[in-house]
């Protein structure tokens, strides 16, 4: 006769069916772990690549990897070199006999020389084996890092002024850009008690040197 409670069977299947699912519970947890670790691993060669082509000229990710990384120090001096030709060119008669001629001119100012000037250093140093490159905005940045090896930086005369946001626009005299005929930076067309007349909505200047 068969002795085995009639309870038994069931209890054994509910055991075989809670082992599998824990089971299938720590695989679950495993294959999740590794693709955590996988997306973290990726994500750290993204922020290296990133990094890498910050300081490279490199395009893809392998580039990156075997593309050389520049000293910042060595670049600073490859910069302080080009300031030093830029300024003896500068200073050179037959660059200041460009500027006196440009400015006679109706079509080219001394500052359409000047960016000559200082392409022509970028070519004279583009060599160097620098990555990336050095272009004439870096030359211009490091002449505002370098005020005594520029001295077009350090005798510069403009300076930071004493006009604060929300003060009132000093009127001064200009020509109309349209008509080139006299006039003011509040003057208005309509009538002198206007919102226009009272304040400008809208100044824009800046200087390309």
């Not at 006196?100 to 500052?111: D, G, I, K, L, P």
């Not at 005929?181 to 400008?200: E, F, G, R, Y």
């Amino acid at each position: 006769p068969n002795t085995t409670p009639p309870h038994k069977p069931f209890a054994s299947l509910r055991h075989r069916t809670m082992s599998s699912i824990r089971a299938v519970h720590d695989a679950s947890d495993e294959l999740l772990q590794e693709e955590i670790d996988r997306i973290q691993a990726r994500l750290g060669q993204i922020q290296s690549e990133k990094e890498r082509r910050a300081k490279t000229s490199c395009t893809t990710f392998l580039e990156c990897q075997n593309a050389p990384v520049q000293d910042d120090a060595k670049r600073e001096g490859v910069l302080k070199a080009m300031l030093h030709r830029e300024d003896e060119l500068r200073r050179a008669p037959y660059t200041q006999l460009s500027m006196e001629e440009a400015e006679r001119s109706v079509s080219t100012e001394w500052m359409d020389v000047v960016a000559g000037v200082q392409q022509r250093v970028v070519d004279e140093f583009k060599d160097r084996s620098l990555s990336p490159a050095i272009t004439v905005t870096d030359l211009r940045r490091a002449a505002l890092r370098y005020p005594d090896i520029a001295h077009w930086v350090k005798y510069n005369r403009a300076r930071q002024g004493e006009l604060k946001v929300g003060d009132i626009a000093p009127d001064i005299h200009l020509k109309h850009a349209a008509t080139s005929k006299d006039t003011t930076l509040l003057s208005s067309p309509i009538h002198s008690s206007s919102v226009v007349a009272q304040k400008p909505i809208v100044i824009a200047a800046g200087s390309f040197s």
